[in-house]
Nanobody
Framework: VQLQASGGGLVQAGGSLRVSCAAS????????LGWFRQAPGKEREFVAG????????YYADSVTGRFTISRDNAKNTVYLQMNSLKPEDTAVYYC????????????????WGQGTLVTVSS
């Protein structure tokens, strides 16, 4: 599956933003999906994931209660709704696909999008 992330931008602290990831390929609906981020000078980290059915979701502790991952299999798109944004959320956000279907933090993600930059100003 090929992935294309979009929707990043500049937002003030406390604000909201939704990033999207459009996919092509026949395996989207059977794939788990995840969002990762990488801030300058830091390692890439897991943010959120969703299983193939869309029922099971996973979140990093740092975003629980603020971010929501969802998917629309009819549109081959996964979303990350980000609320109550903080300056420490500033990063390049990447979407990824897990052909195993789980979308958990420890799944093997074998397809990656190009990333979209989210900048949160204080």
């Amino acid at each position: 599956v090929q992935l294309q992330a979009s929707g990043g931008g500049l937002v003030q602290a406390g604000g909201s933003l939704r990033v999207s990831c459009a996919a092509s390929g026949r395996t989207f609906s059977s794939s788990g999906l995840g969002w990762f981020r990488q801030a300058p000078g830091k390692e890439r980290e897991f943010v959120a994931g969703i299983g193939r059915s869309g029922v099971t979701t996973y979140y990093a502790d740092s975003v629980t209660g603020r971010f929501t991952i969802s998917r629309d299999n009819a549109k081959n798109t996964v979303y990350l709704q980000m609320n109550s944004l903080k300056p420490e959320d500033t990063a390049v956000y990447y979407c990824a696909a897990d052909s195993g279907g789980r979308g958990s933090r420890w799944a093997t993600y074998d397809s990656w999008g190009q990333g979209t930059l989210v900048t949160v100003s204080s």
